[in-house]
Each structure stands twice: as C-alpha cells, then as structure tokens.
C-alpha cells in the first residue's frame, strides 16, 4: 500500500497521520510542538511516533513522501523561517532533518498552501486549475493556485492575503502595521470588532453578560444563532471586509472559485451569507455572479494532515 | 526566416508588424482603427496591409503565428468582449476572423498581458518565472506570471489590479464603483490628482497657466522637471497610492520584479522614486527590499508589437 505522511506543524500541537492515494486517514497521532527546547528532539521524537504507527498497519506500506504544514513555511527550500509561535528561532530545515529519519521526499510548505493543496487534491477544489484558499483561524492564510499551479512566488512566501492593508489607518497587526485584512477577517479579527462595538452601543446583546477579555469566536456565534443582533452584525461586517477584500483578489487571479477553510468557517451562513452579497457588491462588472464561494470539503478533524499528505501526491506521480 | 506578426489593436489606431525570434521588428505598419463600421472590413483591409509587408520581404518567411493585442481580449476564447473603446459592440471573435485570412494560430490577449509577454521574452523579465508588469497609460492595465505562465485565470481575464478598489469611498470609475486604482495611478488619474489639488491649494505653480481641462501628464512631467513643487507632489501622491498597492500586491504573489510599462512610467524617477519608497513602506516585512521595481525594456514605438509577437515565441516551441 502507498501512504503519505502528513505533518501539521502547529504552535502547540503538532498532528501527524498516513493517508493514502484517495485521502483516507489510515493512522493518526500528535505530540505536543511546544515541549521540546531543541528541534532536534522534536524531529526525532516525531519520527519515533510515525514509525509507531506505521509499525502496527496491517499491509505493507510504501512511504511516497512526507508532506509538512507549517507557519512561514517555505517550499523552495524546506525551511521554517522565523515563525513567531514556534519556539526555535531563526531559520529551521526541516526537510534536511526528517530526512536524517526517513529517506523519502520531504515537501513543507505553509499551513494554508497545504490546505489549497489538500482542497485539490482530496476536497472542493478537485479539478480546478484556478482557485484561492483562505484560512480564517486565528490568523487568516490564503492560497493560490493558478493554472494547476500553487503560487509560491519568487522567495515561497506568497499567497500572504492576509496581511493586504484594508484600511489605511486601520486596526494594529501583529507585522508591526495597520489595517491587514487579518485584524478583521479571522476568529480573531471577529472578537476584536466585537469588543469594540460592545463598547460603543447602547444596544443590548448577550455578549454584553461577558468581560471583553472572555469573548470568543464560538461566544459570537452561538449569540448569533440565538438572533443576537450585534453577533449578527459583527459577522456582517466581517462579511464586508472579506467580501471587499476578496472582490479586489478575483480582480488580481480571476479564479473558478475561493473556499474558505479553518475555525471561522463553520460559522456557516454567518459568515458565508455577508462575504459573498459584500463580494458580489464590490466587484468588478465582469466577475459578478462568476465566482463560487464554497466551504472547505476536508473539514473535521484530519484535514491539516490530509492537506499535508496531498503535498506528497500532488508532486510525486 | 521564421516571423511572427504582432498586432496592437488600439481605440484610434491598429499597429502591426513583422518580428523575429529575436525581437526585431523587421517591418511595421498601421491602420486607423475607428475608421471601419463593419469589423469585417477592417480585419480584411489589415490583412491585406499585412500582405503588403509581407510581399517586401527580402528573404523567405515562414509565419509561425499571430499575435494580438486588444482591449478586454480574453486569451482562451481568442475575442474581444465587450470592449468600450472599440465601434464594435458585444462580443469579436478576432481568432476566427484571422482565421479567415491567416491559416496560422492565433493568440490573442489583453494589451497588458502582451507587454508582459514581451518583457518575458524579449524585455526586463527575461529568465524570471514570477513578475508583475503594469502598464500605466490611459488606464492601469496588468499582467501576472507566476511559475513561468500568464495568469489568465479561469475566464481568461485575470490581472485587472487597475480595477481594484484603493480607496473606499474613492473617484469615480469608468467601471461604475468608486476609488479603483487607475483613478489614481494612471495618465488619466495624476491629471485629476493635479486638478484637484489647483483646486484647493493657494500654492503657485507653472499648472496655474492653464485651464483644468487643458492639464495633461506630459504638461505635469514637464512642471515637474522645472522644480514645480505642485507637480513633484502630484508625482509623490501617484507613488504613493501605486506603492501601496504594489505592495499589497506583493504579499499576493510574491513576485521577484514589478516592471512598468507605459506612457507615465516614462517619467522615470518623478515616478519610480516615490513608487517605490512607498512601496517599500507599506511592504510587509518578509518582502521588504526583495523587490525590483523596473522600468520596461522594450520601450519605444515598437513595444506593442513586441509584446503581441511574443505571444506567438512564448506559446509555439
């Protein structure tokens, strides 16, 4: 049997598991990213734990690949550069130190391209040559391919749509400038503008029984499920941004479709119902009415290890 | 001798000529555009001005292709659709009207996306598989090549960055929505920038000779040359707003060059100096000093059927 390995690489946990040409989750396990001082343990201690799993599967097994996930991932060259929530600093080649354990390809990219990989590959996105990707998680990821294509661009750091400046004296980022997409447009993003109308209405609102600090995106949308008014309005404006923003990124790439991955989501209508009127609103003549806006097709549990795992499948043949 | 014929459908003026695998433009001609009601007879009396170049040739040739340039040309159809400077209305299918006369393939695209070609080919691209060329005349046009190949998207009309929004509650556009980027960073935009600030500015300047409707950019390039502290201004602003959308553009698809192309990129630093210091301000730290900011290579009066041309060396082996 052929299988893949699929890594995500997250800031707390890392998920890894086999998945197989048809993107079945043979196996899965995790261990924690953030116990280890020395990268060097992790990678061995992460390796020691796959060959666990592989060592209990019932069939013979063919490894194809390695394919990684992780933040500020680089494609060209199998690094790790400077990721602000992983604890190793400086650049990291992972692809060099997988390899001391396994002889096999090792592909790494960011987590949102493997999540664009992984929609082609396995999910909604099977059979186009040009879509987009945006993960709304903490952050907001984004990527791109174009005819058939991942854009990793020149350095392998493109398909950052999150960190487009929406507002020119927008909110503060985390990148040290103003009015990213991402302060707006993410789980985040969403509890910011919470926050903030909670402190400038008079309006009533369950979220009003809460501490600003206690909010969440989970708290918004059960408040919006429950017909709460400024939770609702809180999505229509996040809706807005995204929707403006990504009216601005058919512009650019012209793409069959734009799927939207990751925790803020499965707010479902929530959320998809204003990003696609306000998308449609603000955009160019000839695009209207042309591009889906689809909901990620490798959701649940396995999905960064299933996108992963699609890097392997769609690089070796 | 192997050629290719390379023709710029413009609103006024059509230009075609001869070129070879090198990019010389052996031969030229043009015909008036505007002067034929029927499109029929103007692809007839093209060809035929075509077959006079032709018939003049010293040496043999083998025509390996055609290749256009036209207003809203979509790549994958071969047609015009819907262009507002051209007579002809709904939808041209230029391809098959060639056809008709030229028993050789036909490639047709946006003016934009052939200048990209043809700097790929023949200008300030060659060898680079991921830039960006904005062509700044009457509009803002652009082409994307990511991985080597034209973003066409899946319409065939990708690279419309001029028509993304900059500004929410903006100019004016020709496209019905408000604060597009060609309002601003275009001929056509630094002139109403220039306009706006005679209006509102007790500041002396050489623009205050003439009449508002008399301001053009090439009057601006010259104030701006003399010292004209209005004019340099003007330039500042056009970067400015450029930059900044150069850099979101940046974080898109990383591109390893941005080349400008086009009537204003002609005033050379007035224009590229503010361009790209803003375009370096609003970067995001990853991609901070990485970009090259170009100015075409294949100027003069030739550049447009260059960049048609190439479209048949980029796509005929």
């Given at each position: 049997m052929e299988v893949a390995i699929g890594i995500d690489i997250g800031g707390t946990n890392t998920v890894f598991g086999l998945v197989d040409r048809k993107g079945n989750c043979i196996s899965e396990g995790t261990i924690r990213t953030d116990k280890y001082e020395n990268v060097k343990d992790y990678v061995k201690e992460l390796s020691e734990e796959i060959f666990k799993i592989l060592s209990v599967l019932d069939n013979e097994y063919d490894i194809r690949g390695i394919g990684v996930g992780a933040p500020n991932g680089n494609y060209f060259k199998g690094t790790v550069d400077?990721?602000?929530?992983?604890?190793?600093?400086?650049?990291?080649?992972f692809a060099e130190l997988f390899k001391e354990h396994f002889e096999v390809p090792v592909i790494l990219t960011n987590d949102a391209n493997a999540a664009a990989i992984g929609e082609m590959i396995f999910g909604a996105a099977k059979g186009m040559k040009n879509f987009v990707v945006v993960t709304l998680g903490t952050g907001l990821g984004s990527g791109f391919v174009s005819n058939g294509e991942m854009i990793y661009g020149h350095d392998g750091?493109?398909?950052?749509?999150?960190?487009?400046?929406?507002?020119?004296?927008g909110r503060k980022c985390g990148c040290g400038r103003?009015?990213?997409?991402e302060q707006y447009a993410s789980s985040t993003g969403i509890v910011k503008t919470v926050q903030e109308m909670l402190d400038s209405t008079i309006e009533d609102s369950i979220l009003k029984n809460y501490k600003p600090e206690e909010i969440t995106s989970k708290l918004i949308y059960e408040a919006a499920h429950q017909g709460d008014n400024l939770a609702i309005e809180a999505f229509d404006f996040t809706g807005r941004v995204l929707g403006f923003s990504l009216a601005n990124t058919v512009a650019i790439t012209s793409p069959e479709a734009i799927i939207l991955f990751g925790g803020l989501a499965l707010a479902g209508e929530y959320i998809f119902k204003p990003t696609k009127m306000y998308m449609e609103y603000y955009m160019l003549n000839i695009f209207k009415n042309k591009v889906k806006l689809l909901p990620s097709q490798i959701v649940g549990k396995n999905a960064a290890v299933l996108g992963a795992s699609a890097l392997v499948w769609k690089d070796i043949i």
């Open positions: 400077f990721a602000p929530n992983l604890k190793w600093k400086g650049i990291i080649n750091f493109a398909g950052e749509l999150g960190h487009t400046i929406v507002f020119h004296d103003k009015g990213c997409l």
